[in-house]
């Protein structure tokens, strides 16, 4: 079965603070993907990649970066965490379009 | 956009009831994903489906393409099925991403 591994399950961080969320996938997916979830609002993509350097942005990308330099891995980057910015973040893989997602275990992040 | 809608939004069921879930989406598609979220957040991929039904256990998945529509329905429900349910489906802008209904809720009381 293919993994997706998200390298916290629980973060807390300090307003100001530069935080990376880490996603790692083990079956040669081309795609990847980071959302975030609220309440209410479900889940909306922040950014995806469908190769290595290669990335778009989804459509709630302000705030964030990321960053793919191997395949297998999918970095999210907040660069000044704000409070707004705490939330259930989820990586998701998939091999290309078309294809199944397989979704990671999810990083319940606050911002304090 | 590819409008994605469900209903219920909040479903509560006594162990052992047959349980529907739709979902209705608004542009043409390839395929329908239907996804089950449990408390504390991960996502399990449950059916990808184009066409007909497809079965996993008490779990079935059926869609209609003309009529834009899915249903999720699950047999014999058991507590351990309390979850959020959700449907997606590709979004018009890129195959690639999806577009997420907003969940139901569900609660199966023993």
């Known amino acids: 079965d293919v993994k997706v591994t998200q390298s916290s399950r629980y973060l807390v961080k300090r307003t100001g603070e530069k935080v990376f969320l880490e996603c790692v996938q083990d079956m040669d997916h081309e795609n990847m993907f980071w959302y975030r979830q609220d309440p209410g609002l479900g889940l909306r993509l922040i950014y995806f990649?469908?190769?290595?350097?290669?990335?778009e942005k989804g459509d709630i990308p302000e705030g964030y970066s990321v960053s793919r330099e191997k395949k297998e891995r999918f970095s999210l980057i907040l660069e000044s965490a704000s409070t707004n910015q705490t939330s259930m973040y989820l990586c998701a893989s998939s091999l290309r379009q078309g294809y199944g997602y397989t979704f990671g275990s999810g990083t319940r992040l606050t911002v304090v | 956009k590819n409008e994605v809608e469900q209903s219920p939004q909040n479903l509560t069921a006594q162990e052992g009831e047959f349980i529907t879930i739709n979902c209705s989406y608004s542009?043409?598609?390839?395929?329908l994903h239907w996804l089950q979220q449990h408390p504390g957040g991960g996502i399990v991929s449950l059916f990808m489906l184009s066409s007909g039904k497809k079965k996993h256990g008490r779990l079935i998945a059926t869609i209609n393409i003309q009529e834009k529509h899915s249903s999720l329905h699950i047999t014999a429900s058991h507590p351990r099925d309390s979850a959020v349910y959700i449907c997606?489906?590709?979004?018009?802008?890129?195959?690639?991403?999806?577009?997420f209904g907003e969940g139901t809720q569900l609660t199966v009381n023993p």
């Open positions: 990649s469908y190769d290595v350097k290669m990335k």
């Open positions: 542009v043409g598609i390839s395929a």
């Open positions: 997606a489906v590709p979004a018009l802008t890129s195959g690639s991403r999806l577009t």
